[in-house]
């Protein structure tokens, strides 16, 4: 008969707790690799509608970054919009983006990626502007209205030509802004440059790509016995 001392045994409780971490962790791993989907890139430009006035949207070549969007505008604002189908839970976004400069006498939100994400629990449909301000500080968020939201993501410690990266979770912004659980769905992705209220500006901008990864479901934790 094998005696184990309490030291003993409750290293041997805490084993099925240490061993749904490592599960989890190496999911979150597989997931990362797998399920990630790049949405928006210079190949995939013309699979996304155009909406501009006297603007420039084209592919380019930036010698560090590789393949890049360049987006120009002179009158209102040079847009992209996507009607997208998810394909997992948990959804999070990430792009990289970079602007030539500020006019802040004149200025709107300079830069955005804006999604419209749909509740799973109630099919009520939000949106949520993620905006390079630099008026604002970074970390802001307002809403505007209607189910519609502004999210600082950029803002007065960005510089102008650097480059900048930002990654997003889709349902925990939605939680932060709604107050809800419930789970949410993106169904269209929008990228903006310039003044959408359509007067003259200018500004231009670089936009490396859009891609869209879904976070594993978290795997429960095995109860760990504290006594004897």
Known sequence: ????????????????????????????LISNQSSAETLLSAQSLDQWDKDCRRCVIEAQYDVMKGEIIRLEADMGEASLDKV??????????????????????????LFRVTVDLRSEQSGTDYRVHYAWD????????????GNE????????????????????????????????????????????????????TKAGGYLESIVVNYLPEPVPEEPVATSD
């Open 149 to 200: 939201f502004v999210w600082v993501v950029c803002g007065s410690d960005c510089k102008s030509r650097r480059w900048y990266s930002v990654e997003r979770d889709l349902t925990l912004d939605f939680s932060v802004l709604t107050e809800s659980e419930d789970s949410v769905t993106p169904v269209r992705f929008e990228a903006a440059l310039g003044d959408p209220s359509g007067r003259k």
């Open 134 to 145: 630099p008026t604002a500080k970074t970390g802001d968020y307002d809403a505007l209205g």
């Open 84 to 109: 997208f189908v998810s394909e997992g839970s948990r959804p999070v976004i990430a792009w990289s983006w970079s602007v030539d400069s500020f006019d802040l006498e004149r200025h709107a939100d």
């Open 1 to 28: 008969m094998n005696v184990y001392s309490r030291k003993r045994r409750r290293r041997m409780h805490a084993l099925p707790a240490a061993i749904a971490l490592i599960a989890f962790a190496v999911l979150w």
